[in-house]
C-alpha cells in the first residue's frame, strides 16, 4: 500500500493466473476518472457532431421502456 500510497507506483496484485488486480493510490485513481470523463465527453461530442454532419443515424425512443428494452436493460433500477 505504501508503495502505491507514497511513491505513486502501481502495485500489481495476482491472486491467481484469472485473477489480476492493480493498487492505485486515490489520487492516481481521481485523476484516471477525470481523464475518463474528459474522454467519453470529447467521444459524445464526436459523436454529436457526426449525427449533425449525417454520418450516422440516430434512434429516437418514445418512452424510456422502448430504450430500454432495445438496449437489453429492464429499467427496474432506473
Known amino acids: 500500500m505504501s508503495r502505491a500510497v507514497m511513491s505513486h ?39 454529436m457532431a457526426a449525427a449533425g454532419r449525417g454520418e450516422i443515424e440516430m434512434t429516437v425512443y418514445d418512452s424510456r421502456e422502448a430504450a430500454y428494452a432495445d438496449l437489453g436493460l429492464d429499467g427496474a433500477d432506473q
Open 9 to 47: 507506483r502501481p502495485t500489481r496484485i495476482k491472486r491467481s493466473d484469472e485473477e489480476h488486480a492493480v493498487l492505485i493510490s486515490e489520487e492516481a485513481f481521481e485523476e484516471y476518472l477525470r481523464l475518463k470523463r474528459e474522454r467519453e465527453a470529447a467521444d459524445l461530442r464526436e459523436l
